[in-house]
């Protein structure tokens, strides 16, 4: 019973993100960089979203010679959703579209990291956008982790 307990609580250890106090929270995948970025750009495809670019760090530093564990950044978003939040604050345009690293860490676990809405709400002093800010928040947390363990 208590060895059921001790992997039920592991297993939900590992689906819980990684908040930093910098307002970036990384969740572990159960995929390789490629797979899970894949699987993000699929989501987000099904959504109805767009993927503005995919760009991978790791192979454009290989081409100049220069090793970098797998690391990719998708850009992505809804300007029908950015757009009114630009509108609260243009400068918040800075940080949008909405960015995913995708990346393996020195001990080869895959990470996607994001930046929080609190954080861009912070950054750029938000106000009278709650409604976007939350609807924005919930949507790209439910896609990062259905891209890192479904």
């Known amino acids: 019973m208590k060895k059921a307990i001790l992997t039920a609580l592991a297993l939900l250890l590992t689906a819980i993100p990684v908040a930093a106090a910098d307002g970036m929270v990384s969740i572990i995948s159960h995929f390789t960089v490629k797979e899970t970025a894949d699987r993000l750009v699929n989501i987000l495809n099904k959504k109805g979203m767009t993927v503005f670019n995919r760009i991978q760090h790791s192979e454009n530093a290989g081409r100049q010679g220069v090793v970098l564990r797998d690391t990719e950044l998708i850009l992505f978003g ?3 959703v950015g757009t009114p939040l630009m509108q609260c604050q243009q400068s918040v345009g800075i940080d949008l579209p909405l960015k995913a690293l995708v990346w393996k860490d020195a001990q080869a676990k895959v990470w996607i990291s994001y930046n929080t809405m609190e954080f861009l709400q912070q950054r750029h002093h938000i ?3 709650q409604e976007v ?4 928040d919930k949507a790209q947390a439910g896609i990062v982790r259905a891209a890192a363990m479904e």
């Not at 800010?133 to 924005?136: A, D, H, N």
Request: glycine share 10%; aromatic share 0%.
């Open 78 to 80: 809804n300007p029908k």
């Open 133 to 136: 800010l939350s609807k924005m």
């Open 127 to 129: 106000t009278g956008c």
